[in-house]
């Protein structure tokens, strides 16, 4: 009922990605499409699979350059439609023509970008903590990161994303683990990409109902995005979580599952309440 896969993307590289249903055997459910966020990888979504994968069949992918995928040679240029190629060709492997995407961070941003480009692919949408666009300000990490190391970093920052004093310290070592075992150089790449990227004027061009989940006390780049996302987005539906710094998807997993299960239930009328 869970499945580990890869594919091989049309530019050679090799992605990983999960499959998890758990849905009732006779039924054919729809498919979600789980992007994680930047440094991270698909096992961040570990406390989400139980309650999403009941009534859709969830399909978590690797980005590109992080967790089990394949890291892409330093002389590869970065390119946005890659990454969201990527997502387009895991729906296209899994077989579905037509999915709702939820992405974390970074990987809201791929799921915005596919909702603008490829209209037609994305059901529903749901992004947590999911600027349009990396703030230009993440480039002042790059030399610190680079002085410093990539955990080292992250922990003298970590209240930058976590609420120390209502967050497990166990959560925190684990996510430090994670974050730690991607590859410093590509992450540097990755970051410094991101950060040239911004699509706020094609806001308007998202057409599926859409989710906006943001932490109301945003430390990654402007709390003043929501508002630009609230206003430009024509069918939108925005969930503050108030005073919460980035990481509210780590944080507060099972509410971002509630509010997700909530949303697709007012817009699509799925899930059913079971029985």
Not at 35 to 51: D, E, K, Q, V
Not at 132 to 156: H, Q, V
Request: aromatic share 10%.
């Amino acid at each position: 009922m869970t499945e580990g896969l890869s594919f091989t993307a049309s530019d050679g590289l090799r992605i990983a990605y999960w499959v998890d249903d758990f849905t009732d055997p006779w039924t054919a459910p729809p498919t979600l499409v789980l992007l994680h966020s930047a440094m991270g990888n698909s096992r961040r979504f570990y406390s989400w699979i139980p309650g999403l994968a009941r009534h859709f069949r969830v399909v978590r992918m690797d980005l590109r350059g992080h967790g089990a995928s394949e890291v892409p040679k330093p002389d590869v240029p970065l390119s946005m439609e890659r990454f969201v190629r990527d997502v387009e060709e895991l729906m296209d492997t899994v077989g579905a023509r037509q999915a709702h995407l939820v992405g974390n961070s970074a990987g809201g941003y791929l799921a915005q970008r596919l909702a603008i480009t490829r209209p037609e692919r994305v059901l529903g949408l749901a992004v947590i903590g999911s600027t349009p666009g990396l703030s230009p300000s993440a480039l002042e990490w790059l030399p610190l990161i680079e002085k410093e190391g990539l955990t080292p970093f992250l922990a003298r920052t970590i209240a930058m994303r976590f609420d120390v004093e209502r967050t497990d310290p166990g959560m925190i070592r684990w996510f430090l683990q994670q974050t730690g075992e991607n590859d410093p150089a590509y992450i540097a790449r990755f970051i410094g990409y991101m950060a040239t990227q911004e699509w706020s004027a094609e806001l308007p061009r998202i057409k599926a109902p859409t989710l906006v989940i943001y932490p109301g006390g945003e430390t990654v780049g402007s709390a003043n995005s929501y508002d630009t996302m609230g206003e430009r987005i024509p069918d939108v539906t925005m969930v503050e979580y108030p005073h919460m710094p980035h990481n509210i998807a780590d944080m507060m997993a099972d509410r971002c599952v509630t509010d997700i299960l909530a949303f697709l239930t007012a817009r699509f009328g799925y899930p059913k309440a079971m029985p």
